[in-house]
């Protein structure tokens, strides 16, 4: 009656959450949850593979994506062990069974409300990793082409998923194009950092800035100005993963893995308002 569950950054807010529901689905099941940070390096996420088979999992859950850790894909693949990987990425060769959100609608969501507010030079803060967060940069540029705007004229910005990082970013915004009267970010860390970073430099959000993030994080109830941004269904993803993991439902590893996607909803806070310049 173990779920292990290997995390790949437990200082992300949007993991801890995670592992909240994990937590909380497993026990109502009458599922205790093995949990391990695999963050560094590959080799360690692959010792840490073997102590959870060790202690005789009945399942593995990766919560992140691991898709370029491929010896570590490779040997779950190969484990004794049900394996469901959630936020793992979008790659149509999946070994395993895999849960996510539909990056593509959330990002569609978001844009739509900026530019009903008559946005149209809006940038994106996105980071420098796979799976989810190339999901979110591509339909951004896609929806930016369609309206006019060239998404390569400096409109795309790449950093490290934290609020240091989207402080950092707006400096390069304003520089680059200084023509954005909002921002969308691949995360609501990010969204903070930009908020922050707008106090700091004297604009008003949403008057002189609109910023929307992505997750709803708790933390995006409590900013100020509280955050525009795309919700994430955790506990729903969750909850499909670890049916997955030990319900009834099983792969019988013919044909693709099954790949599903969850609809995330968009939460209209203080931080987007009508564009007061051009």
């Not at 290997?6 to 949850?33: H, M, N, Q, W």
């Not at 570590?72 to 149509?92: K, M």
């Not at 999946?94 to 940038?123: C, E, K, W, Y």
């Not at 950092?193 to 008003?204: K, M, N, P, Q, V």
Request: proline letters at 4%.
């Amino acid at each position: 009656m173990l779920l292990g569950a290997i995390v790949r950054d437990i200082t992300d807010p949007f993991f801890a959450g995670a592992i909240e529901a994990l937590s909380v689905e497993c026990k109502a099941r009458g599922y205790s949850v093995v949990l391990g940070h695999a963050r560094a390096t590959e080799d360690e996420a692959l010792a840490m593979t073997a102590v959870l088979e060790a202690r005789q999992c009945d399942a593995i859950v990766l919560l992140g994506d691991f898709t370029a850790e491929h010896r570590l894909v490779a040997d779950l693949r190969d484990g004794r062990a049900r394996v469901v990987g959630l936020w793992h990425g979008s790659e149509r060769d999946r070994p395993f069974v895999t849960v996510g959100v539909d990056n593509h609608f959330g990002v569609q969501l978001a844009m739509t409300h900026l530019t009903s507010l008559g946005h149209r030079h809006i940038a994106y803060v996105g980071v420098r990793s796979l799976g989810d967060m190339q999901e979110r940069e591509s339909a951004y540029a896609r929806f930016m082409r369609a309206q006019g705007v060239d998404p390569e004229a400096g409109y795309i910005h790449k950093v490290e998923n934290s609020v240091g990082s989207g402080v950092q970013a707006l400096a390069g915004i304003l520089e680059r194009t200084p023509d954005v009267t909002a921002i969308f970010a691949a995360t609501d860390n990010i969204a903070m950092g930009l908020l922050h970073a707008a106090y700091e430099r004297g604009l008003r959000i949403p008057d002189d800035l609109s910023v929307v993030g992505f997750d709803d994080i708790p933390m995006a109830a409590a900013s100020v100005p509280t955050l525009t941004t795309v919700q994430m269904p955790i506990a729903e993803i969750v909850a499909r993963g670890v049916e997955y993991c030990i319900g009834e439902e099983v792969w019988s590893g013919e044909g693709p893995a099954p790949h599903e996607l969850l609809t995330p909803r968009l939460i209209v806070r203080r931080s987007t308002g009508a564009v007061s310049r051009s």
